[in-house]
Nanobody, 114 residues
Framework: QVQLVESGGGLVQAGGSLRLSCAASGSIFSINVMGWYRQAPGKQRELVARITSTGFTNYGDSVKGRFTISRDNAKNTVYLQMNSLKPEDTAVYYC????????WGQGTQVTVSS
């Protein structure tokens, strides 16, 4: 079992920044990828960013150049630095981890006001 605990969501003005954190615990040695997805009301969940155990990263097209995913192996934590935020970034952001199974955090609300 893997548990994911998210933090860092909140309300920010357009053009501002937020930093999300996701701490993993439990049977984490088999985890190969961790990342962030988001879901806005009435829309499907979409990839924001992910990072593998070897450091390979992927980003959703809408956030490339603005968001950066990173990891701190000592803390078993991944981060999402979000810069130049736009109102369309408003969503619930979910931490994700995978081995043979998929694990999800509880979600953290990010609201960007204009």
């Amino acid at each position: 079992q893997v548990q994911l605990v998210e933090s860092g969501g909140g309300l920010v003005q357009a053009g501002g920044s937020l930093r999300l954190s996701c701490a993993a615990s439990g049977s984490i040695f088999s985890i190969n990828v961790m990342g962030w997805y988001r879901q806005a009301p009435g829309k499907q969940r979409e990839l924001v960013a992910r990072i593998t155990s070897t450091g390979f990263t992927n980003y959703g097209d809408s956030v490339k150049g603005r968001f950066t995913i990173s990891r701190d192996n000592a803390k078993n934590t991944v981060y999402l630095q979000m810069n130049s935020l736009k109102p369309e970034d408003t969503a619930v952001y979910y931490c994700h981890a995978a081995n043979a199974y998929n694990y999800w955090g509880q979600g953290t609300q990010v609201t960007v006001s204009s």
